[in-house]
């Protein structure tokens, strides 16, 4: 069984940074795009930055320039630097694990961005 598991929310400061990381456990993780959505209250889940298996990333226009998405092969794990933070970046953030055949969600994390 496959699980994926986000870290390293919390609350921030207006300006402020967080990393986050999602891990996937099994063999899956080699073969594997990554993807971080988030959803605020009240609000639809909306993309937020990818990762191909060839290093290809692509970022919503809102966070180009402030998040940035880097993997960890050897640690099965999917990272989403993010700077400058926002207080409309406030969201559960959910890494999505896919390919062909598969897809895998984790449970989220929470970012709260407030002074």
């Known amino acids: 069984q496959v699980q994926v598991a986000e870290s390293g929310g919390g609350l921030v400061q207006p300006g402020g940074s967080l990393r986050l990381s999602c891990a996937a456990s099994g063999s899956i993780f080699s073969r594997s795009a990554a993807a971080w959505y988030r959803q605020a209250p009240g609000k639809q889940r909306e993309f937020v930055a990818l990762?191909?298996?060839?290093?290809?990333?692509n970022y919503a226009d809102s966070v180009k320039g402030r998040f940035t998405i880097s993997r960890d092969n050897s640690e099965k794990t999917v990272y989403l630097q993010m700077n400058s933070l926002k207080p409309e970046d406030t969201a559960v953030y959910l890494c999505n694990v896919y390919g062909i055949g598969f897809s895998y969600w984790g449970q989220g994390t929470q970012v709260s961005v407030s002074s």
């Open positions: 990762m191909t298996l060839t290093g290809t990333t």
